[in-house]
Structure formats: structure tokens, C-alpha cells
């Protein structure tokens, strides 16, 4: 599946180990050398237009990422779960 990097930033960013979701796909961090993709990137919570916030952003790496799919991007990124406390589980 060829994808557009400017396609990459209409999809959300969702963590798969606790269904947060992290926000759009801002950026790509792509190595000079090879071109490879090395990482995406999101802006941190309360960031506005990319610019204004006081969060660090989410750096995940290429091999984080599960799946892209048509309008989402799947990652596995324990760097980023939320707080366990506010994770509910269904038995």
C-alpha cells in the first residue's frame, strides 16, 4: 500500500495497548542516508497548531508501528499508556 507522508498526517494515532488515542500524525523523522522512515510524530496533548503547549511531543518509532490502515495507525507504544489506574478492563 503506497501512502502519501501528507496522508499520514489526516490519520489518528492510536496506542493498541490501551486504546488511547494520541492525535494526528504531525511529522516523520527520516534518516538523510537511507530515506527510511525512522519515526512519527505527534504532537503531546495541549499542543496547539503544532506550535504552542507545554507537552513534549510522542516520538514513535518505525518499528512501533502495526498497522496503517485508511484512516488510523496502529502502534505499540508502552512508552506512552496512560495511567493504569484509569484503564478499564472487561471480563
Not at 501528507?6 to 490501551?18: H, K, Q, Y
Not at 510524530?41 to 518509532?61: C, H, M, Q, Y
Amino acid at each position: 500500500m503506497l501512502t502519501k507522508t501528507s496522508e499520514l498526517r489526516e490519520r489518528e494515532v492510536v496506542n493498541i495497548l490501551d486504546g488511547r488515542r494520541l492525535g494526528l500524525a504531525s511529522d516523520l523523522e527520516i534518516e538523510a542516508e537511507t530515506g527510511r522512515i525512522k519515526a512519527i510524530v505527534v504532537p503531546g496533548p495541549g499542543k496547539f497548531l503544532w506550535l504552542f503547549g507545554k507537552s513534549e511531543d510522542f516520538v514513535i518509532p518505525w518499528e512501533r508501528i502495526k498497522k496503517i490502515g485508511v484512516d488510523v495507525i496502529l502502534v505499540e507504544a508502552p512508552n506512552y499508556v496512560e495511567d493504569k489506574s484509569t484503564i478499564i478492563t472487561l471480563n
